[in-house]
C-alpha cells in the first residue's frame, strides 16, 4: 500500500500566483480530507468529501481556496491568487469512512507551500 | 521539516521509562477518538484509537486512556525509545454537526539518551 501521495513535496511561488496542490488517496477509501498546519493554529480542516462529494467545506479560509474531487483516486487543493499568509504545509488525508466517525485518518506528507 | 508550534509543551523522559502525554478534549458529544504521532518533515501517523464506549484499550507499547468525566485522554507509552522521539497530536470526533477530526495543539516527547 502507497499510502496517501501528495504533490508536490514543497512549492515556492510569488504572491498574486496561482498554486494547485494535488492529492492520491488510499485505493478503497471513500473520504479525503484537505488540513493545514501552521505554528500558530496547529491542524485546521479545510474541507472534507464522502464519495467525492464535498461534505464541509466551511474550514477554507475564502474564495481564494478551492478544492475539486473529479475522482475517487485524486483531488486538488488550488489558490488563487496566492498571499504570504498562506505558507503553511497542506496535508491531504482519506480514510475508509469519514464524516460518520469511527475510522481513523491517514495521512500524506504534506506539501510545504511557501509564499514570497 | 517544520511541523508544529514554537510553544509546544514538552515532555522530555530517559529511554527505558515509560511515558505518559495528557490531552484534554473539548467537546461532550465526541465519540471517537486518537492518537497521532508527527515526526519531523512528515504527516501525523495513526498510533491507536478508543471509542467512547470504551475506557482504556491497549496496542503494542502503547495505551490509551479515556476519562470522559473530566473529558480527558491520555497515551501511556512503555520503555520508550529514541524513535519515539516525535509531536504527539489527540483528535476527536464529534458526534454531531461537522464529524471530521478535530485536534489539539499537541506534546512534543523528547527520549534521552
Known amino acids: 500500500d502507497a499510502g496517501v501521495i501528495q504533490s508536490p513535496r514543497h512549492e515556492v511561488t510569488e504572491m498574486g500566483q496561482e498554486v494547485t496542490l494535488r492529492c492520491k488517496p488510499i485505493?478503497?477509501?471513500?473520504?479525503l480530507f484537505w488540513y493545514r498546519q501552521t505554528m500558530m493554529r496547529g491542524l485546521e480542516l479545510l474541507i472534507y468529501f464522502n464519495n467525492n462529494v464535498p461534505i464541509d467545506d466551511s474550514g477554507m479560509p475564502e474564495d481564494r481556496f478551492s478544492a475539486k474531487m473529479p475522482n475517487a483516486s485524486f483531488s486538488t487543493l488550488k489558490i488563487q491568487p496566492s498571499e504570504p499568509r498562506d505558507s503553511a504545509v497542506y496535508f491531504c488525508a482519506s480514510s475508509l469512512r469519514g464524516g460518520t466517525g469511527g475510522s481513523p485518518l491517514h495521512f500524506g506528507n504534506g506539501t510545504r507551500l511557501t509564499v514570497t | 521539516g517544520e511541523s508544529v508550534g514554537l510553544h509546544l509543551p514538552t515532555l522530555s523522559v530517559q529511554e527505558g521509562d515509560n511515558s505518559i502525554i495528557n490531552c484534554a478534549y473539548s467537546?461532550?458529544?465526541?465519540?471517537?477518538f486518537i492518537w497521532y504521532k508527527q515526526e519531523s518533515g512528515k504527516g501525523p501517523q495513526f498510533i491507536i484509537d478508543i471509542r467512547s464506549n470504551m475506557d482504556k484499550r491497549q496496542g503494542q507499547r502503547v495505551t490509551v486512556l479515556l476519562n470522559k468525566t473530566v473529558k480527558h485522554l491520555s497515551l501511556q507509552i512503555a520503555a520508550t525509545q529514541p524513535g519515539d522521539s516525535a509531536v504527539y497530536f489527540c483528535?476527536?470526533?464529534?458526534?454531531?454537526?461537522?464529524?471530521?477530526?478535530?485536534f489539539g495543539s499537541g506534546t512534543r516527547l523528547q527520549v534521552q539518551p
Open positions: 467537546n461532550s458529544a465526541s465519540d471517537y
Open positions: 483528535a476527536e470526533n464529534i458526534a454531531t454537526g461537522r464529524r471530521a477530526l478535530t
Open positions: 485505493s478503497g477509501h471513500n473520504s
